[in-house]
């Protein structure tokens, strides 16, 4: 299992930046892509088990099937705190039965189990990251895809998305019921992001860009106010703790890039609604520091149901209106499915050769 | 106090989302003797009715539609075993619903069921990560008028088309209804399932509406 050396990584690496920064020195169009467990194991024919055996053949698989992909970024699936936080929150507290492993898909926990009750949260442990075998596997597979690629990994943070796991859908009630107890919860989650921020930095070396999963930025969870009290308030505290740059991911159908934006510092946004391109055309006029990653290419739609052509057509409308003037890369939003067809994924390196090479003129 | 007050009374408290205060005001309406039918409808239905038009007009949020709903189930909690006398139980339907297989995420199920049982609804709950044959059985079991499939991950849109075919070859005739945010018309239309909800509410009510349409006239 070795990486196909024909993949320029160091081109990619100075793709990603530049489209941060705005430079001009920019080739082409990046393109991101979140290839997890179900896309890994199916291109690089091994089970989560084999996957998650040992770092070497992590890293060298989420090279290899990003490689296969040609996508310009390796995001390592247990990366983001989500499950994988839920795990180490999980063995710390002794509440191992929530946890649920598949063999082809990522791990998941079972929601509001950790912290049934509000005795559950006043006595929560807080994970020793060093002692987490997942996040060891991480670190030590992040530390491999840098020493191959030169990249230095995507780390997630999180707080709501992190909330939801060990809470489930009391958290909800507990916004107007007990908002105190909520927010105790929020504060021992952002102990613990901090700590496997230490971790990460101990482990691997090197500081990562922060993928944010900001899951609480979203209509159909709650309102903006909502958000910035159970999430957004604590991104400001991780930024100024951490002093890296930030990207914030959504996948909602309804998500508040434009109000969170004007609140909070993020480098890029990583979403996939609404599927409208004249909000996009908009953000990027009131945001124009801000890189976005996606706009409307959806995993669900054109990915999913379409054919290559309607993939191409999708990717082609998003650069020729966001590409301009570079801060922009085309990113599916979320995870890519298994059951994606694999010439339609094939069809965004296609279309990003065919109409993103700069310089790219303005769509009419 | 006059009928009227007491029904306005109850159906603020749902709309607040004050299980207690919509508890006592069910008490007292059946103790003044109001129809149970009416508090049922100018209570309990108008009080959902005008939740989802505060949820419509983005002045509720799901936290206040999860404590509506527990405000709602409260008052049916005590209405219920007289509503019992006048309906037969059928009438009101049943549905099956769960997170199919490798999702766990049980928010908008949860919401959806607290939803359904306020509306009187008999809903069988199989929690979250069901194999389509949990599902299979469990339909040849209660004949349930409608199977939910519920999901957020985007990799459960092949879960769910599993769970349909599955459904559909050991001949469930049940109306299946999927939700969650990750779906669209043409997801839907892929999935095989009859019909698609993107949230809570609109879930509740494309259930709603087709058992009504169901046992209209029966």
Not at chain 1, 31 to 57: D, N, Y
Not at chain 1, 194 to 208: A, E, F, K, Q, T
Not at chain 1, 295 to 322: C, F, H, Y
Request: aromatic share 10%; proline share 5%; hydrophobic share 40%.
């Amino acid at each position: 299992m070795s990486p196909d050396i024909s993949h320029n990584w160091k081109a990619s690496i100075n793709r990603f930046m530049y489209a941060f920064s705005g430079s001009k020195r920019i080739d082409r169009v990046p393109f991101f892509a979140l290839a997890m467990e179900q896309m890994i194991t199916r291109i690089v024919g091994i089970s989560v088990r084999t996957l998650f055996s040992s770092p070497k053949i992590y890293a060298n698989a989420a090279i290899m099937a990003n490689e296969y992909l040609h996508t310009d970024v390796v995001a390592l699936p247990t990366c983001y705190a989500g499950p994988v936080e839920g795990v180490a929150f999980a063995e710390t507290n002794d509440r191992k039965q929530a946890i649920k492993w598949f063999d082809y898909r990522a791990i998941f926990i079972d929601q509001g189990i950790i912290c049934k009750t509000d005795e559950d949260i006043e006595k929560l442990k807080i994970p020793d990251h060093s002692q987490s075998k997942l996040w060891n596997l991480t670190f030590d597979a992040a530390k491999m895809v840098y020493e191959k690629t030169g990249f230095p990994q995507v780390a997630g943070l999180g707080i709501w998305s992190v909330v939801q796991q060990l809470r489930g859908v009391q958290a909800f009630r507990d916004m107007r019921e007990n908002p105190e107890i909520l927010l105790t919860l929020c504060e021992k989650v952002y102990e613990s992001q901090m700590d496997l921020y230490r971790n990460w930095l101990d482990h691997v070396g090197i500081s990562p860009f922060i993928f944010y999963p900001g899951y609480a930025f979203n209509r159909t969870m709650m309102s903006f106010q909502d958000a910035m009290k159970f999430e957004g308030q604590f991104i400001r505290r991780l930024q100024k703790d951490t002093g890296v740059p930030f990207l914030l991911h959504n996948c909602g159908m309804d998500p508040y890039f434009k109000e969170v934006c004007s609140e909070i510092d993020f480098v890029g946004v990583n979403g996939s609604h609404p599927l409208d391109i004249n909000y996009w055309i908009d953000f990027k006029k009131n945001f124009p520091k801000v890189t976005i990653m996606g706009a409307t290419i959806d995993v669900n739609r054109e990915l999913l149901t379409g054919t290559p052509e309607d993939v191409e057509n999708k990717v082609k409308e998003n650069i020729l209106n966001l590409a301009p003037g570079g801060r922009y890369m085309v990113s599916p939003i979320c995870e890519l499915p298994w059951n994606v067809p694999l010439p339609n994924i094939l069809a965004i390196s296609n279309a990003i050769e065919k109409y993103g090479i700069y310089p790219i003129q303005e769509a009419p | 106090m006059q009928s009227d007050e007491i029904l306005t009374n109850l159906k603020e408290s749902i709309v607040k989302g004050n299980k207690e205060a919509a508890a006592e005001h069910t008490t007292r309406a059946i103790e003044a003797g109001i129809d149970f039918t009416l508090i049922l409808e100018a209570g309990i239905i108008r009080a959902t009715e005008e939740v989802g038009k505060l949820y419509e007009q983005m002045e509720y949020y799901l936290p206040d539609l999860l404590i509506a709903a527990d405000a709602m189930i409260a008052a049916m909690d005590i209405l219920k075993p007289h509503l019992k006398a006048i309906f037969d139980e059928k009438l009101k339907g049943t549905i099956l619903i769960g997170a199919v297989e490798g999702d766990m995420h049980s928010i908008g199920k949860n919401l959806v069921i607290t939803l359904l049982e306020g509306q009187g609804f008999e809903v069988v709950d199989l929690g979250t990560d069901v194999p389509p044959i949990k599902f299979v059985e469990k339909a040849k079991e209660i004949h349930p008028d409608v199977i939910g499939l519920s999901g957020l991950l985007t990799t459960s849109i092949t879960t769910m088309r599993d769970t349909v075919l599955q459904l559909r070859e050991e001949n469930i005739d049940s109306k299946i209804i999927i939700g969650g945010g990750i779906l669209s018309k043409e997801a839907c239309e892929m999935i095989g399932a009859d019909d698609y909800a993107t949230d809570g509410w609109a879930g509740l009510y494309k259930i709603k509406e087709f058992i009504e349409s169901k046992y209209k006239g029966v």
